[in-house]
C-alpha cells in the first residue's frame, strides 16, 4: 500500500447510529416533494428546525435520557449543536431553490448531502486506507460517492456524477462546515455542467 494511503492521523473509530439514520433519511425529503408538494416537504423541514432549536433551548434535561443523549456529539453537549441545524438549513434552502432553479438538481443535491456524506461516515469508520494528512478514508468517499449517484440518478441522470464527485470532494476537504459545502458545492456543480452542455452540445 502506498505511504500516501496509510493512515497516519487517527481516525474517528464510531459513529452515533441514531443521528446517521436521520442524517440519511434526509435523503427521503425530495420523495416527499415530489409526492406531496414541496410545501408540504418544506413545512416538514420548518417543524423540524423548530423541535430542534426547542432541543438545545432543553438540552440539559434532555441529556439525561438515553435516546436524546445518542443525537449529539459529545462536542455538542454542551455548547450549540451547528452540524444539525446548518443540515436542516441546507435542505430548507434547496427545497426554496427548487421553485427557481431546475428542481431535479436541488433533489439532488439534497440527496449527496443525506445519502453520500451519510453514507461516507458509516463506512468510513471501517476503512483502511486513508488519504495523506487526513482520517477521512478512501472506502468512506467511495462509499458516499457511489451512493450519491445511485440515489439521485433517476433525478438528474448523469449529473449524478457531477453533483457526487463534487459533493464527495468538498466532504473530504471541509471540516465542520461539511453540511453547507457539500450539497451546495454538487448544486453549483450541476448547473454549470448543465448550463455547458445546454449551450454547446
Sequence with gaps: MSEYFVCSVQKVRSYLPIRKAVHISGSLFPLTAIYFGKNVAMGIVSALLILFLVAEFVKPTLKEYSFFSSLWRESES??????????????????????RLNEGICYASIIVLG??????????????????????????????????????????????????????????????????????SALLAMLIVQALVNAYI
Excluded: W
Design 78 to 99: 454542551e455548547g450549540f449543536a451547528l452540524a444539525p441545524f446548518l443540515y436542516l438549513i441546507s435542505i430548507f434552502a434547496l427545497l426554496l431553490l427548487s421553485f
Design 115 to 184: 445519502m453520500g456524506d451519510g453514507l461516507s461516515t458509516i463506512f468510513g469508520v471501517h476503512g483502511k486506507m486513508c488519504y495523506g494528512g487526513s482520517s477521512k478514508t478512501v472506502e468512506g468517499t467511495l462509499a458516499g460517492l457511489i451512493g450519491a449517484i445511485i440515489f439521485s440518478y433517476p433525478l438528474v441522470g448523469y449529473l449524478s456524477i457531477v453533483g457526487g464527485l463534487a459533493g464527495m470532494y468538498l466532504e473530504l476537504r471541509s471540516k465542520k462546515l461539511d453540511n453547507i459545502t457539500v450539497p451546495f
